[in-house]
């Protein structure tokens, strides 16, 4: 069992399957089960989150919008909620993003799918997955 781990999602089946497999990994005494979701910044542009009616979002509140939202669906399909798992949304590329929170959490692990929503279905090991494996300063175990 793991103190404290850090599980990447983005919407996909792939980390869904992994927080719902760090959930079981988890220790049941430990309050540190982060789930994170990595935004990439939106181009400036006018524009940015504007919905009829109401007043344009600008980028980090869009990317926090956003997030929140992968977050909260991937929660509903898991059966978790936020008493359980901690939410974090960031703005970056994924796998920088994903190892600076992983250090700056100082986690036990990284539980994530092989693959995210990409174009290339036809990688065993994404590119996002390969590198956190291989720079992450904990443990990384990949959820096919």
């Given at each position: 069992?793991?103190?404290?781990?850090?599980?990447?999602?983005?919407?996909?089946d792939?980390?869904?399957?992994?927080?719902?497999?760090?959930?079981?990994?988890?220790?049941?005494?430990?309050?540190?089960?982060?789930?994170?979701?990595?935004?990439?910044?939106?181009?400036?542009?006018?524009?940015?989150?504007?919905?009829?009616?109401?007043?344009?979002?600008?980028?980090?509140?869009?990317?926090?919008?956003?997030?929140?939202?992968?977050?909260?669906?991937?929660?509903?399909?898991?059966?978790?909620?936020?008493?359980?798992?901690?939410p974090?949304?960031?703005?970056?590329?994924?796998?920088?993003?994903?190892?600076?929170?992983?250090?700056?959490?100082?986690?036990?692990?990284?539980?994530?799918?092989?693959?995210?929503?990409?174009?290339?279905?036809?990688?065993?090991?994404?590119?996002?997955?390969?590198?956190?494996?291989?720079?992450?300063?904990?443990?990384?175990?990949?959820?096919?």
């Open positions: 069992m793991y103190q404290s781990i850090l599980v990447p999602v983005d919407g996909s792939q980390s869904r399957a992994a927080l719902e497999v760090a959930t079981r990994l988890v220790a049941a005494d430990a309050q540190s089960l982060y789930v994170l979701n990595t935004q990439e910044a939106p181009l400036a542009e006018d524009g940015i989150g504007k919905v009829a009616g109401a007043p344009a979002l600008n980028a980090e509140e869009l990317v926090q919008q956003k997030g929140r939202e992968v977050i909260e669906q991937v929660y509903q399909q898991v059966g978790i909620d936020s008493q359980q798992a901690q974090i949304v960031r703005a970056g590329k994924p796998a920088q993003t994903i190892l600076a929170e992983a250090k700056r959490l100082g986690v036990d692990a990284v539980v994530m799918g092989s693959r995210g929503n990409s174009n290339i279905k036809s990688l065993v090991v994404g590119s996002v997955s390969h590198r956190v494996m291989h720079v992450a300063p904990c443990a990384v175990i990949v959820v096919g």
